[in-house]
């Protein structure tokens, strides 16, 4: 069983970063393939980017190329979501996600999940 925490959103204007970070436990994510998705209001949830058991990265969605990214800390049992020039559409509840092994884009493949944090773009 792991149990997943997410942390760091907040209200940012555009243009901001922040760093979201998915905090493990109950078992190390050495294993595991750890995506993050976000769901907007009235908007299906969408898959953004995952990293597998191995560092590989994939992207799923094409509006955050070359501003988010995706990276994790074994040590800490961590996976760490960059975003940064957040626009007004990023406003979502980000949540991460994980499953074993290998990335999936669709989120019925993840079988644990966090609770989820807010990030707000407005000025």
């Known amino acids: 069983q792991v149990q997943l925490v997410e942390s760091g959103g907040g209200l940012v204007q555009p243009g901001g970063s922040l760093r979201l970070s998915c905090a493990a436990s109950?078992?190390?994510?050495?294993?595991?393939?750890v995506a993050w998705f976000r769901q907007a209001p009235g908007k299906e949830r969408e898959g953004i980017l995952c990293?597998?058991?191995?560092?590989?990265?994939?992207l799923y969605a094409d509006s955050v190329t070359g501003r988010f990214s995706i990276s994790r800390d074994n040590a800490k049992n961590t996976v760490y979501l960059q975003m940064i020039s957040l626009k007004p559409e990023d406003t979502a509840v980000y949540y991460c996600?994980?499953?074993?092994?290998?990335?999936?884009?669709?989120?019925?493949?993840?079988?644990?999940w966090g609770q989820g944090t807010q990030v707000t773009v407005s000025s």
């Open positions: 990293i597998s058991s191995g560092g590989g990265t994939i």
């Open positions: 996600a994980t499953r074993r092994n290998f990335c999936r884009r669709d989120d019925w493949e993840y079988n644990y």
């Open positions: 109950g078992s190390t994510l050495d294993h595991y393939g």
